[in-house]
């Protein structure tokens, strides 16, 4: 998202519009749709819950992308659908069951009594492009310098809601088949709004998209800004939706090779390494 700022803080590219449509940088932010299912497995279940790498587990990739027929289900793009453990976090991992109380006593016997057995399982999925979803400099906030902060303008669609509760389902019944004495179900449900207050992830994407020609895109195929050549825009912001994978890969791929092409090519003779 900071590229995404400092590119229209120095006027270089032409700002999106959604009213028109016109204009690139800030164009097609997306983000990330998760949800999940808090299982309580049967008391004699001893899972080690304070042993962990910090974030190793498991992925199901079935339902991610297009690994499954979307003719029925009425939406594009996937989830996977994961358990990492990480390693007994005093509060992220003190799960209670459904209907237990929230604090006090009660709420710490629970705790004790199923802090060896339970676990959650989570969905990751993507997020499409949208008209209405974009960053642009904010009209009114600005940071210590004077300079106008980020704004995000944003939205969930029924597409990413209804992958959401299909994925989700998925998770339920992976969770019943471990015959667990309560769980759960924690999908996004029609008509939820976008909500920054409730940590989800920060694999958000857009904004500086990578594309074929300047009308399209602000960026071309090596990263390269299309108004200034001398100019490189390695992240996420390149992607031009979101997919239920962490980016980080593909931004460390995507990097190595605008690296490879500055060097390779565009030291030896600066310019537009593709025609605009």
Known sequence: MHNVRLLLLSGIGTPYDPATGHGVVGKNFAYQMLSSVNVALPASTEINPFIGSGAGGKSIDDFNGDNFDHGPVGFLGGSGIVHH??????IGQSAVPKGAPAWGSEWKRSVQQTY???????????????????????????????????????????????????????????????????????????????????????????????GTTPANSVVNRYLQSWDVHNLFV??????????????????????????????SEYLRDPRPMVDA
């Open 85 to 90: 453990r990480t390693g007994g976090r005093p």
């Open 116 to 210: 060896h057995r339970t676990l959650t399982i989570g969905t990751q999925g993507s997020v499409m492009s949208y008209r209405d979803a974009y960053l642009s400099l904010d009209p009114t906030y600005r940071d210590s310098f004077g300079q106008p902060l980020l704004r995000i303008t944003f939205d969930w669609h029924d597409n990413d809601l209804k992958m959401c509760d299909f994925v989700t389902r998925k998770a339920e019944a992976i969770a019943q088949a471990t015959k667990p004495t309560s769980y759960q179900t924690n999908p996004k449900k029609p008509g939820t709004r976008f909500d920054t207050r409730i940590y989800q992830s920060t694999h958000t994407t857009g904004g500086a998209i990578m």
């Open 234 to 263: 390695t992240g996420a912001s390149a992607f031009p939706q979101n997919f239920g994978y962490n980016p980080t890969g593909l931004v460390g791929a995507l990097s190595y090779w605008a690296a490879k092409a500055i060097r």
